[in-house]
């Protein structure tokens, strides 16, 4: 196995480029996802690194191997498809199996390695069935298997479960994420679905017009977005324009005007006074009576409620008519449509960043 280390990569196609000055690490034996919107240049980055597209600048190495200006064939990779490019006129053995053939292994030990694939992804007794008498889910852990069974130094999958309905889905996640680590194999997934990349990753690239909006672990995207962008991709997240008082340090409260109240929001990063974005989770607001209110509470009216069960979602209106969501999992008493109530932030787990 090897880690992956690209080096201001340039990609385009014609003279459009799609991929700018991108440098990007990722760990050996972890599985990284590039999330991002549609157009945005995941999967030409994909494409890159198993080398359907050619670089025209940077560098781009498997561990200590330059695979800049390797074929696709000479990279030894393994690629798992969103429409699983299984054989139709071959059974699961013999699509498993194919690699291995290719690769002119003995047939004992193509034997033993397809059985312990198959065995790995659940479908020993499915080895003599056709694709066509497969489901959705079972395709695509076939095509895993496959790409596991030539023991490639890295592991791209394009979108592997936008094809499959949501049950199959969680099942093939899960297959994916036990069989990943149990392998150890370094792994870049390719995916628009940011609860499959939080569910999936050890470290996320989110994408924006062809650059690296932020990386880090999904804890890191969800709970410390480094731009508006970030938090309101990742997550359903409240961006409001405020207005900071003051200069503040990185690192520190920002006292910041909503709406005409003063609220105290963390600045991850040094900030200027004047206009700026404040960045609110539902779940780090909570909704209090009026006559509950302390000075920097937000005056509000109650829009829209929806009880989830475990969960309460408001849609409140502040007196400018911002409308703000409110995500409430322990809430006392249920607060009526049209009623008034006070919006209080958690300072600590709401953001202030540059607008």
Not at 117 to 139: F, N
Not at 246 to 267: Q, Y
Not at 328 to 354: C, Y
Request: charged share 20%; net charge neutral.
């Amino acid at each position: 196995m090897a880690g992956i280390r690209i080096r201001d990569l340039v990609v385009g196609y014609g003279a459009v480029p799609v991929i700018t000055d991108l440098s990007l690490d990722v760990v050996d034996g972890s599985l990284f996802t590039l999330l991002g919107p549609s157009g945005c240049g995941k999967t030409t980055l994909l494409r890159t690194i198993a080398g359907f597209v050619p670089i025209r600048a940077g560098t781009l190495h498997f561990g200590e191997r330059d695979v800049t200006a390797l074929p696709a064939w000479l990279r030894d990779i393994g690629m798992v498809f969103q429409d699983y490019a299984l054989f139709p006129d071959k059974t699961v053995f013999d699509n498993v199996a194919y690699g291995l053939r290719a690769r002119k292994v003995a047939a004992a030990s193509i034997t033993a390695t397809v059985g312990e694939y198959l065995e790995r992804v659940g479908l020993s007794a499915y080895a003599d069935r056709m694709p066509a008498a497969l489901s959705g889910g079972q395709r695509q852990r076939v095509a895993l298997a496959r790409a596991l069974a030539i023991k490639p130094t890295v592991l791209l999958m394009d979108e592997p479960l936008s094809n499959l309905d949501a049950k199959l889905r969680v099942q093939v996640r899960e297959t994916i994420a036990d069989l990943q680590r149990e392998v150890g194999i370094t792994t870049i997934l390719v995916t628009h679905d940011q609860e499959e990349a939080l569910a999936l990753s050890d470290r996320i690239g989110l994408l924006r017009q062809g650059r690296i909006e932020q990386v880090g672990t999904p804890e890191d995207l969800y709970a410390r977005p480094a731009s508006a962008y970030v938090a309101d991709f990742v997550g359903a997240a409240n961006t409001l324009a405020v207005t900071l008082a003051a200069p503040v340090a990185g690192g520190s409260r920002a006292r910041i005007d909503l709406d005409g109240t003063m609220v105290e929001a963390m600045a991850p990063a040094p900030l200027p006074a004047g206009n700026a974005i404040l960045v609110a989770r539902g779940e780090s607001l909570r909704l209090v009576p009026p006559t509950d209110g302390i000075p920097g509470d937000v005056p509000c009216t109650i829009r829209r409620r929806q009880y989830l069960g475990g969960r309460t979602t408001y849609q409140v209106c502040t007196a400018s008519g911002r409308i703000i969501r409110v995500e409430a999992h322990d809430e006392a008493a249920a607060l009526a449509v049209g009623s008034t109530a006070g919006l209080r932030l958690d300072p600590a787990r709401s953001l202030v960043v540059a607008s």
